[in-house]
């Protein structure tokens, strides 16, 4: 782990590239509405499990070089039931922002709420994704400021999500790209909800050639009333 001058100048970057990502992520989805039959399905099962809520989450950011080795490395327990920053080791020199803006539940492109919002069509393809024969889809946000583009994989028979990530091509000082996955929990269509979530940026020019990759591995569902 670093202590230089130069690994505290990166751990602000890396502050606020988060801090951009968790914001880009909650107000992510689009426009137009879709009316395929196994997309209404998916929103189906998001509209059955609204009531099921993490109580924590294991953290870990990664500073790449320019060569994608792994530069610096921190591992922290976010617990989302508290208002402070979870348990960060002591000798941390990250400053998490609330880890509440990582709580992605109820954000996905999925949720009924969001459906005038959303475009999206059958893509033809198909892959199998954790043992589930999926197909794809392609869907498209038309923010004011910016156009996302995202992908989501549906379990073939159930219209399960099986996995959605879409691309940010927004160019700050800090960032050039932005890609994030996420891996959902679909064993059953009563059961379902986010488990992984990784974010992928490249950084800008700040950042001297180096990206940064965000990890956020979500534990102990509980459901609410």
């Not at 880890?99 to 005038?116: A, R």
């Amino acid at each position: 782990m670093m202590s230089s001058t130069g690994g505290r100048v990166r751990t602000i970057y890396l502050i606020l590239l988060l801090a951009s990502v968790c914001l880009t992520f909650q107000s992510v989805f689009a426009k137009r509405g879709t009316g395929d039959p196994l997309w209404q399905e998916s929103v189906t099962i998001a509209a059955a499990n609204k009531h099921w809520v993490p109580e924590s989450a294991i953290l870990r950011i990664e500073i790449l070089d320019r060569h994608s080795k792994v530069e610096q490395a921190e591992e922290m327990l976010l617990d989302f039931t508290q208002e402070d920053n979870g348990q960060i080791p002591a000798n941390s020199h990250i400053d998490l922002p609330d880890p509440i803006s990582l709580n992605i539940v109820g954000n996905s492109p999925f949720e009924p709420e969001f459906q005038d919002e959303i475009s999206a069509h059958p893509t033809g393809e198909n892959r199998n994704i954790l043992g589930k024969q999926c197909v794809k889809y392609e869907y498209i946000w038309d923010r004011q400021d910016e156009v996302l583009t995202g992908a989501a994989w549906l379990e073939q028979e159930r219209g399960i999500p099986v996995e959605i990530e879409f691309s940010s091509g927004a160019c700050t000082q800090f960032s050039r790209r932005q890609h994030v996955t996420v891996i959902f929990q679909g064993g059953s269509c009563d059961a379902w909800f986010p488990l992984r979530m990784t974010m992928e940026i490249r950084g800008g020019l700040l950042t001297l050639g180096r990206s940064f990759r965000i990890t956020v591995d979500y534990k102990a569902y509980r459901k609410t009333e």
